[in-house]
C-alpha cells in the first residue's frame, strides 16, 4: 500500500502500540488506495498487469499508468498453440502517455477473444528491495492519508466535501485509459 499502518496511526494521533484500530485502519487503507487508483487510473503500488486482446494492430496503446515494462508478449498461433512474440519483433514506449507498442512483425494468430496476453509490470518505481512504495508521489500519499483520516473519524460515512476534497488531491495525477 502507498502509506502505512504507522503513518496512518501517527496521522489520528494513535499511540503505536495501540493495536485494536489497526484491522479497520487497513481496510481504510485499502480501500483508499483502490479509490485513489480508480479515480487516477494509476496503479501505485508496483505488480503485473495482463493486457488481453483479440488481434495484433501496429499501433497497440496500454491502459496501463505508470508502465515500468512489458514483461512479454504471448499469443495463441493459427493452430491453436501457445507462443511468444520475440523482443525484436516489437517497440515500447514506457513514456508516452498512454503507452505505447509499436508491433513491426505480425505473426499469424488464432482467431478467438483474448488470443494475444501482454504481460506488463506496472506501478511506481521503488528503490527498495523488495518492492515498496518509496517512488509514489507524496501528493498521493497524503490524499489517500487524509481519507483514511476522515473515514476512520466519520466511521466511513463520507461527505461530498470530503469526497470533492480528495479528489482535488489527486487531480493532477488522473490518466485517462484508452
Known sequence: EPVTLSECKNSLEILSTETRHDSKIGDYIAMATSQAENYTGQYFAQRTVTVNLDKFIEYIWLPVHPLLSVVSIT????????????????????????????????PSTKAKLN?????TTCGYDSGNSPIGS??????????I??????????????????????????????????
Open 145 to 178: 492519508t487524509f481519507k483514511v483520516y476522515q473515514d476512520f473519524l466519520n466511521r466511513g460515512d463520507e461527505s461530498e466535501t470530503v469526497k470533492t476534497a480528495f479528489e482535488r488531491l489527486l487531480y493532477s495525477y488522473r490518466f485517462t485509459k484508452v
Open 75 to 106: 499469443y495463441y498461433d493459427g493452430d491453436d498453440a501457445l507462443q511468444t512474440l520475440a523482443t525484436t519483433d516489437y517497440e515500447v514506449d514506457i513514456y508516452s502517455l498512454p503507452p505505447l507498442i509499436r508491433i513491426t512483425e505480425f
Open 134 to 143: 518509496d517512488k509514489i508521489p507524496d501528493a498521493i500519499k497524503k490524499a
Open 115 to 119: 488470443a494475444i496476453q501482454i504481460n
